[in-house]
């Protein structure tokens, strides 16, 4: 095993002053086990971390690393820019280049407006969608998440169309009681809820490229039925792209499928590292916000000049490099040499573009109930060892893989190379 003294002690530090000596949950390794290796810095596609070991990073900060870490061009951009300031509480020219510029990629999008993170997006999207339509349920999936929002923080409730319950602390039945939850790819369930509440439903929100539990790659006609019930019965679809927009191509999911969404969701990469959602669609809808309109969402850091600066500088060397043919061309690489390397393993390797899913068993799964949990102990058991031969995957079996152009061939075989003889031992 490897020793990391300086992380076993920022950890220990960590622990007595941050609830579980992390800010982000899933950071303390719980579901793989063993302490987390303190991150020094980033370059590239690897991580370096407080006690100088190296590793290639599979996880990218669990999706905006696009380029990889501390691009020079992100970098100097970033530099430049705070070097005239970090925040003004005032419009900047950056905040309308990357307006125009998303706007300009993303047909559906006539109007974006820019938050924070990815959570705040989601939030003030369905805020949005209930002020637009004047109703107060919404409609979500088991196995897609959202970010940590009140209403969002549902899980199923027993038996079909019934109403959610809360899956957090803190957060009241009443809230989740607005929350309906679906399966994925099941139509029936979907419509049922129509039937029973249609004149009540807001919205409908689905990652289009569920990513959060596993990768759900859903059927096209099943994203299609969405669309199509939604418009039938008055209410929003939403795209919720805080993973897939921007990673999967010009447009996302949307583009991807052929398929209009009332509103969509940015997070992660369209950052470029720094603190970036946005969220956006048709003027109509959009201008239902403050000032404009009656539903009121805010940001004092919305909008930050330096993170503008970075995703902006992120989406140009990607348009620049021709970056998700390659990103394309790299996923498939890794896809191919996973395969080659796990041999006689049982395994199913899913991919969309440079989102890559590891999952120890045969049949590709479509909805959250059919992961089988040895499939995620295996990948779960797994972890530390493949850590500890200078590999950095996502710390949990649900959690996708990310390839960034930083990512070399070379790399990817010798990551597939120690994943498949990991596998191959247990
Ligand atoms: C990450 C994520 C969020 C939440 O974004 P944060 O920036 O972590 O708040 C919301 N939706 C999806 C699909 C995500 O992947």
Redesign the pocket.
Known sequence: MTDRPHSDKLYDRATRVIPGGVNSPVRAFGAVGGRPPFIDRGLGAELIDSDGHRYIDFCCS??PLILGHAHPKVLKTIQATAARGCSFGATTALEVELAEFVTGKVGPLEKVRFVS????A?MSAVRLARGFTGRDKIIKFNG?????SDYLLVKAGSGLATFGEPSSGGVPASFAAETLVADLDDQEGVEKYFEKYGDDIACVII?PIP??NGLLLQRPEFLHFLREITAKHGALLIF?E??SGFRVGWGGAAKLYGITPDLM?F??VIGGGMPV?GFGGRAEIMDKLAPMGTVYQAGTLSGNPVAMAAGLATLKVLEKEDGYNRLEELGAYFENALKENLGEVQGTIVRQGSIIWLIYQKEMPRRADQIEGAAIDLYNRHHRAILDQGIYLPPSGYEVMFVSLAHTTDMLDRAAGIIGKTAQSL
């Open positions: 669990w999706g993170s990815g959570t705040e989601v897609c998440y959202h970010g940590h990652e990513a959060n919720d805080v993973i969701t997070g992660k959602g």
